[in-house]
């Protein structure tokens, strides 16, 4: 019977995961955290002032330059 049980209680935890992983607002909001995250360098060691800041002004220019590229891009696109 306990067999029956952890396979019961498996199943359940599953279903959950899945339906948590595909709800769009679940994803929109993880997207979003995950977006926040690596600007802000959530992964650094904070106790390395330099290596934190370092991550976080090499992250925040990386965005700009990404942004810039892509403005770039679409408005050789629409003068070609």
Known sequence: MAGR???D???RRIIERVASETDPA???ART???ARDD???ADADRADPIEYWGTRI???LGLIV???LLIWLVLFI???
């Open 5 to 7: 049980q952890d396979s």
């Open 58 to 60: 090499g992250r925040v």
């Open 39 to 41: 600007v802000t360098a």
């Open 78 to 80: 629409i003068q070609s």
């Open 9 to 11: 209680d498996e199943s």
């Open 26 to 28: 679940s994803s929109v």
């Open 32 to 34: 979003a955290k995950g």
């Open 66 to 68: 990404g942004i810039g």
